[in-house]
């Protein structure tokens, strides 16, 4: 640092008062944890960068202290936005960019990298590669980092931020974000009006027609005369914007074409085609193409491969000058420079050796809307003549379409019905000769949620036979004319919460956003996508749509992952809910698999476990959206949820008793093989193994007291270890329990398959067997459905903590990784949430346990008992389907560790009262 002092001492500069952080994954999270660090000192820091970093939530939100580590990061961003007076606020200065990463980016989904709700849109950007000026593709997490187009952007972006007359960053934090603006957003969305407002600040939304309405007022915004008109004068520049006397849409004077005088050429269609660099202005009248009737009027779309002011020129003329000399009229308005970019596909192959080629993917696009053109009578599209592109090689084919339409004849809805049939059978849509240039397609479901495969083809392009060389040409003749003469459809498609996505030269593609449905916190909800489809207005087409199930199904887990997994929790404990009331009102406790079956019954159970949290949930949760999303939506989307996790956790209760059937098939294959005999070697070799560990001192006072044993032994696991490994013992527990009450059920239902239980020593039949110190008193029921009960009970809790062990494996993975670098303790929050879960599986060995909490309404028939632990199940399994839908599946372990100290507590007091009472065990 004092070489560097040194050197800009030397060299008169100032060292910078603040840096400027890029982030990358969590590191753009940690970047932006580090502002509002109390430590830090103020201003220090203020522009953050981030690229594909998850900033609403963590990507896998399982664990407790990492949630609520976002979530306190996330309050002091929010806090440090509020003040009463805007440049009084500890973060006024302070400008964050978010760039996601898109569909292909399979870690942090766009949803998590947004800052919608932490961040306001005055100081605030979230744009998706997809979207991003000169990139137009999505990227991988990892890519987005080594991507030239990428590095490029950015860093030329960066370097603008910088003021030349002082060396540092731009004080004003409007300056700072209308420069990421220009540089990193498309002006598509506002060029086809897909955004529900128009940002006052942004570049491209101002006026280029009223010479009195300027770019950015520094009046307005507060800010330094002098760095505003700097500001806006680089911002134009890059944008395309130049101020100029009549509008900031004209091209550069410094831009001259070779002779000023063109050849006119009257157009008298509506549509308007350009071949060649033939020097030639068109002449379009706007009253006599552009009306569609008595009080309408139509929009104009020009469509381009040519570059804007090097190849060709827009004008508004109020009236056609005698003359035809541009500068004779002072009210011609230019409107070049308000073409906006495409991102232009491959070089067109020749159709055949010699020949032409196909028609070039367009490279920009203008669209004027009537408004825009009203007070002009006429438009001109100049094309400059070949010989001005000095020192480049122009374009294959040389095209522009310019068009005069009506955008209620081109536009289409695509009902989810209709979507869904897609699946059995494709569905078709035609496009006609003559048709609208810009078809818009409004898809009524998200494309995140259900991705569609479109595959265009041309059919015909109006082409007459008569003149051509062959007397009957063949369809692939008529084919290869066409292909040379309209241009490759465009597809923008638009998404609110993701942004713009641009597919150039479409002929078969899955269009597929990286959206969700809306959530807690977010701005827009995602309940629709918009397909802009621009195609040759003189060609036919043939579109087949059909919905791509597996992408479908795979976005729909990627996306609803999270909300899948807390509902997966909720299920569970609405299982237990059901074994728990059985046992309330004296009836047999059933299986696991027929309590999930039994909570979508009609009405009541459906109801309360099922419609009735989705329902709640929307109706008390602020979503802090401009509009609440539609209850078919989001109930759509929760039921599926749902029903899918339903289906996981069938899945892995049938595979539990799989694995367990197969465990006693080996098990009675080994006895009936091998039957056990008092002689037999290997008891007496165990037998006195056995004895000589049961004589230690130690090991006798630990087997006083085998509860407390394992759960100091767990404790230490999980305080100084990992909580996986605490709940991993437990699983050994269970899994214990579920095999030794199945062998005992089997035995009672098949008492031939095996020998008898006093002829087996590894049976527990006594009370100084291995498992009488988890209370396995009940295995010495004479009747086969007491070892029922017992069986599918220990299976609940085993699916439960096997649920919640899944969870944590990601984090274990990363705890084992660190391990070769340095042993750290497990956050003091994950470790007493993780453990009071475990005390549910430690203290709730059985279902036995008698609490009366709340009083149940007599609707029908005799009373019903007081609801107690299935009260306490209710709650729980609520409070994670809530979690479940807000994307914060950590919570659940708050409802978790609360049941967990619950249930301890009853079982402690009711091992206090066991002397001055008998415990209660029900009959059938």
């Known amino acids: 640092m004092e070489l560097r002092k040194q050197h800009n001492e030397s060299r008169s500069e100032a060292l910078p008062t603040n840096v400027i952080l890029v982030g990358h994954s969590m590191g753009g999270f940690v970047a932006r944890a580090v502002v509002v660090h109390p430590g830090l000192r103020k201003g220090a820091v203020e522009t953050v960068l981030t690229l594909s970093s998850p900033h609403r939530s963590p990507p896998l939100a399982v664990q407790p202290s990492f949630g609520n580590f976002f979530s306190r990061v996330n309050n002091a961003w929010i806090r440090g936005y509020e003040s009463a007076k805007e440049s009084e606020a500890p973060l006024s200065k302070t400008v964050v960019v978010s760039i996601t990463g ?42 987005i980092l080594w991507c030239n187009q990428m590095v490029v ?61 300027k770019a950015i007022s520094a009046k307005d915004v507060g800010l330094d005369t002098n760095v505003v008109s700097k500001a806006q004068v680089q911002v134009s520049t890059k944008s395309g914007f130049q101020p100029m006397k009549s509008t900031q849409f004209a091209c550069p004077q410094k831009i ?48 381009t491969n040519l570059s804007p002011c090097v190849g060709m020129r827009v004008h508004l003329w109020p009236e056609k000058s005698r003359s035809g000399d541009m500068a ?94 897609s699946l059995y059978k494709r569905q078709f849509l035609w496009l006609w000769e003559y048709h609208p240039m810009v078809w818009q397609v409004s898809v009524a479901v998200s494309l995140s949620t259900l991705p569609i495969t479109l595959d265009v083809k041309i059919v015909s392009c109006g082409v007459k036979t008569e003149g051509l060389a062959k007397e009957h040409p063949e369809p692939e003749d008529i084919l290869k004319l066409c292909k040379a003469r309209c241009f490759p459809p465009v597809a923008l498609v638009w998404d609110p919460p993701y942004g713009l996505d641009v597919y150039p030269n479409l002929t078969t593609q899955v269009i597929v956003v ?27 087409y043939d579109i087949g749509v059909s919905v791509s199930l597996i992408t479908s199904a795979s976005r729909f887990l990627l996306v609803n992952g999270l909300q899948i997994v807390g509902l997966c929790i909720a299920v569970v404990l609405f299982a237990l809910m059901r074994q728990a009331r059985a046992w309330e009102v004296d009836n047999s406790v059933p299986s696991f698999l027929a309590c999930m079956e039994a909570n979508f019954m009609l009405p009541v159970p459906f109801l309360a476990v099922t419609l009735g949290p989705i329902l709640v949930y ?54 009936s093989r091998w039957p056990p005999r008092h002689d037999q070697w290997t008891k007496r070799v165990l037998k006195s193994c056995g004895t000589a560990l049961l004589n230690i001192q130690v090991v006798r006072k630990l087997r006083t007291w085998p509860m407390t044993t394992l759960g100091i032994g767990i404790s230490v696991l999980v305080l100084f ?30 008492p031939t398959l095996i020998s008898k239980k006093e002829d087996s020593p590894l049976l527990p039949s006594n009370g100084n067997s291995l498992s009488d110190g988890f209370n396995a008193k009940p295995l010495l029921f004479s009747d086969g459905e007491s070892h029922s009960e017992i069986f599918y009970h220990q299976q609940g809790l085993l699916i439960l903590h096997l649920v919640v062990m899944i969870i944590l494996v990601p984090s274990l993975v990363a705890w084992a990784q660190r391990l070769g670098l340095e042993w750290t303790t497990p956050a003091l929050l994950d470790s007493t949430s993780s453990l009071a879960a475990i005390l549910h599986g430690l203290y709730n060995i059985n279902v036995d346990i008698n609490i009366s909490l709340v009083k149940v309404p007599r609707l029908y028939g005799p009373p019903a008992p007081d609801a107690g632990l299935s009260f306490i199940y209710l709650l729980a399994g609520s409070y994670c389907f809530w979690a479940g839908l807000a994307l914060a599946p950590y919570r659940a372990f708050y409802a978790l560790g609360l049941v967990g100290i619950t249930i301890a507590g009853i079982r402690i007091r009711d091992s206090q009262a066991r002397g001055r009472g008998r415990r209660h065990f029900h009959r059938h």
Not at 377 to 404: C, K, N, Q
Not at 619 to 636: C, N
Not at 722 to 750: A, I, M
Request: aromatic share 8%.
């Open 102 to 143: 898109g569909a292909h980016d399979y870690q942090v989904r766009s949803r998590m990298s947004s800052l919608d709700g932490i961040v306001p849109p005055t100081h605030g950007l979230t744009v998706a590669t997809s979207g991003m000026v000169k990139i137009w593709m999505s990227m991988e997490h990892q890519s």
């Open 153 to 213: 952007q950015v860093g030329h972006t960066l370097l603008q931020l910088i003021d030349r007359r002082t060396g540092q960053q731009y004080t004003s934090p409007h300056v700072r974000l209308a420069i990421f603006v220009s540089n990193f957003r498309s002006a598509l969305p506002q060029t086809f009006n897909l955004l529900p407002h128009r940002n006052k600040l942004s570049p491209y939304t101002q006026p280029y027609r009223k010479v009195s309405e």
């Open 256 to 303: 001259h074409w070779v002779g000023d005088m063109f050849d006119d050429i009257h157009i008298k269609q509506p549509i308007m085609n350009v071949l060649s660099m033939d020097g030639k202005r068109r002449w379009m009248d706007i009253e006599e193409l552009g009306r569609k009737g008595r009080d309408k009027h139509a929009w104009f779309v020009l469509v």
């Open 328 to 421: 004779a009229s002072e009210r011609v308005v230019e409107v070049t420079k308000k073409m906006v970019q495409l991102p232009s596909g491959p070089t067109p192959p020749q159709i055949e050796p010699g020949g032409p080629g196909e028609q070039a993917s367009p490279s920009g696009v203008l669209q004027l809307s009537p408004s825009e053109l009203s007070g002009f009578r006429y438009l001109t599209v100049s094309v400059a003549p070949t010989p001005t592109l000095v020192g480049s090689i122009p374009p294959t084919v040389t095209m522009a379409v310019a068009h005069f339409f009506d955008p209620d004849q081109g536009k289409t809805s695509l009902s989810t019905t209709w979507l869904l049939a």
């Open 514 to 540: 990286d959206s969700s449905p809306p959530t807690w916190g977010s701005t827009y909800g995602s309940e629709h996508s918009t397909i802009l489809l621009l195609a040759d207005p003189h060609c036919v």
């Open 618 to 671: 929307f109706s008390i949760v602020d979503f802090g959206s401009e509009r609440r999303p539609t209850l078919s939506s989001f109930l759509g989307v929760s039921l599926a949820c749902y029903l899918f996790a339903n289906g996981t956790l069938a899945l892995l209760a049938y595979l539990c008793n799989a694995v367990l059937s197969l465990a006693h098939s080996a098990y009675t294959w080994y006895i």
């Open 721 to 750: 270890g990992h909580p996986s490994l605490g709940l991993l013992v437990l699983l050994v527990v269970h899994t214990w329990r579920c095999f030794w009450s199945l062998v005992s059920l089997r035995q009672q239902l098949c």
